[in-house]
């Protein structure tokens, strides 16, 4: 697949022959940045900024029908060919296969971590950005608080079934960073920082996680990572 050209018109490219994300440094916008960082692959970072709708616009859709970010164009994809990409977990796991790293190469770990990576794309994205909508932004204002108690309820299920996961290991896959971490750090920085809703969960009786959590953020990748775009 070509790089869509009203992409290129509207954020142009600096360094075509990088890798393009477009993007913003919300949970899932994050993953992709965070991976790059840590792989250390040369990219270009273009802001979308979802707060101006720009990701709705023409140009953007044109490489997201569904008007999500993040998505990349890798100038240099199989068989040396550009290929367009979005969803943030289709994109982590081009990114490791096409590195060969943050991924078990071993069959059975390698299917290990991504029955984990869809569960965070089934279970804690969804549930975690619910609490957000509820507790922090608009749904806030809903008298009603039964549709967050539901979240927060689920949500702390969730923190439950991946702090017995993580007890004794270090990241989700053992001793090994993978893209499983990359997918849930900024989820789970999220749910406790910006949606202000660590309490409301009980953050801090959940202390494998919590001890993941700063193990993840000590990494000088996943920092930059977290920023990006700016």
Not at 45 to 55: V, Y
Not at 65 to 73: E, F, R, S, T
Not at 203 to 226: H, M, S
């Amino acid at each position: 697949m070509t790089t869509p050209l009203s992409i290129v018109e509207r954020w142009p490219a600096k360094h075509p022959e990088r890798l393009q994300l477009y993007s913003f440094p919300t949970p899932n916008g994050v993953k992709v940045s965070i991976a790059l960082e840590e792989l250390g692959l040369p990219y270009e970072a273009h802001r979308i900024d979802i707060l101006k709708n720009e990701s709705w616009t023409p140009e953007f859709l044109s490489l997201n029908p569904n008007g999500k970010i993040p998505a990349i164009v890798d100038p240099h994809g199989p068989g040396g060919n550009p290929l367009a990409l979005f969803e943030s977990g289709a994109i982590l796991l081009y990114l490791a296969e096409k590195t060969g790293k943050l991924l078990p190469q071993d069959a059975a770990r390698r299917y290990a971590a991504i029955q984990w990576l869809f569960f965070q794309m089934a279970a804690i994205g969804p549930m975690f950005g619910q609490v957000g909508f509820f507790h922090k932004f608009a749904g806030k204002e809903i008298a009603d608080k039964r549709p967050l108690e539901r979240y927060v309820n689920e949500s702390k299920r969730l923190l439950g079934v991946i702090d017995k996961h993580l007890a004794g290991k270090l990241w989700f896959m053992g001793d090994e960073f993978t893209i499983v971490d990359v997918a849930h750090v900024g989820w789970i920085n999220n749910l406790i920082g910006f949606y202000g809703a660590g309490e409301l969960v009980e953050f801090e009786k959940y202390t494998a996680v919590k001890a993941w959590l700063e193990r993840c953020l000590a990494r000088p990748a996943v920092q930059r990572g977290l920023g990006i775009p700016a």
